[in-house]
């Protein structure tokens, strides 16, 4: 006789999901969480969101981190990069989502995106950029870039804002790059990327978002960082966490859709029921395949 599924489950094609989480029955995600996380293998969940609702949702279904990313440019403004987003433009978005977890009394850690031209010029910018994005709710900001930004990050780490680096390929570098191209591919581009990574490390940065990095070396680099735990997007299974764009988790793209995508969405009846199926699947090891979602 086949089992049957509670009712507060849900079957789908990644197995039950288990009921949505409530605040009474979720501790608070924090830094010291992520990382014991991160030593115990459990893989961290990571979803963008910009707005409150969306933010209320995400924390229901289990998500770890909400990253408010400059890649609202794309998906909300209509823009063909993330080049353009203003600091002003993250305060508001993030002002947004935290405001949508604090209503619902969300226990998701909140990173915010340092937009282009916020931290260039001098460390001295880089912190009054990455306080203006706290004081608007932020309990960590990401830059992109490595070489000199580890002195970024350490001025920021020393001042007491946690941070999340961004190697690979960084969008706001998008036109210097060539494109949407994977990144550390051939052993010169794969050692520099490497060097990056531990000086960021080693800087202070605690997250670190690898994207459309060679699955190979994002497994090395997870290796190599055991306190700074690896977000992947395109960068195969062995990373610490994963994360992806909300509107391309939910099967909505204003292009072509990465190939490091799956549509969560497919198959399911709610947004919230696809937000928790990504949330399984990453839990459980089912995404990414690296065959299908990663590069060699």
Known sequence: ????????ATATAYGTLPPATTPAQRKPVSLPRLMDMHQRGEKIVMLTAYDATFAAVADHAGVDCILVGDSLGMVCQGRHSTVGVSLEHMRYHT???ARGLRRVQGTTWIVADLPFGSYQQSKEQALASAVTLMEAGAHMVKLEGGGWTAPVVQFLTER?????????????TVHALGGFRVQGRDAQTAQALR??????????????????????LAATLTQELPDC???????????????L???DMLG?????MPRFVHNFMA??????????????????????????????
């Not at 990574?197 to 990095?213: F, P, T």
């Not at 909505?252 to 072509?256: D, F, Q, S, T």
């Not at 990453?282 to 060699?296: C, I, L, R, T």
């Open 1 to 8: 006789m086949a089992q049957s599924v509670p009712k507060t």
């Open 95 to 97: 002002e947004c989502v």
């Open 160 to 172: 007491g804002i946690p941070v999340c680096a961004h190697l690979g390929l960084t969008p706001q």
């Open 195 to 216: 060097s990056h990574a531990h000086a960021l490390a080693d800087a202070g940065a605690r997250l670190m978002v690898l994207e459309m990095v060679p699955a190979a």
């Open 229 to 243: 735990a690896t977000i992947g997007i395109g960068a195969g299974a062995a990373t610490a966490g994963q994360v």
């Open 245 to 247: 764009v909300l509107h």
């Open 252 to 256: 909505m793209n204003l292009g072509k």
């Open 267 to 296: 198959g399911q009846d709610s947004i919230a029921g696809a937000m928790r199926a990504y949330v399984q699947a990453v839990k459980q090891g089912q995404f990414p395949v690296d065959a299908e979602h990663a590069w060699a």
